[in-house]
């Protein structure tokens, strides 16, 4: 089989594997329908020795600025504690609201996500 032939295939059964997964026997999908097109992909470009990109990340710890003593000491500033606070307290009380409200959800109710 050509490359090209190959990388064809490859790029159908993942696109195929995403629509067609309710189809499949339960046994099947115990797995989800992305995962699932992902491993198609694998091991078409596995098995027909296909040529991918890769990204390579070097130098990364040279890019990363750590802040410093005047940049940590910022964070004493009226201002700035200020926001680091309500932006606590907003999160706390968002956690508080989605716990009462899945309390409050009804017995027996389940979603299905896999589907």
């Known amino acids: ?3 090209r032939a190959a990388e064809f295939f490859g790029e159908r059964a993942a696109s195929a594997t995403v629509p067609l997964w ?3 026997p ?3 999908r115990i797995v989800s329908a992305p995962l699932a097109a992902v491993a198609a992909a694998t091991a078409a470009t ?6 991918v990109g890769k990204v390579e990340v070097a ?8 802040p410093d003593g005047a940049d940590l000491a910022a964070f004493g500033e009226g201002a700035v504690l200020g926001t680091v606070l309500a932006f606590a307290r907003i999160a706390s009380a968002e956690s508080l609201f989605r716990a009462a409200a899945a309390d409050r959800l009804p017995a027996g109710r389940t979603v299905h996500l896999d589907t």
Request: net charge neutral; hydrophobic share 55%.
């Open 1 to 3: 089989m050509s490359s």
């Open 46 to 51: 596995a098995l027909f020795d296909l040529s």
């Open 59 to 66: 130098g990364l710890a040279g890019v990363i600025d750590l």
């Open 22 to 24: 309710p189809r499949l």
């Open 26 to 28: 339960a046994r099947v």
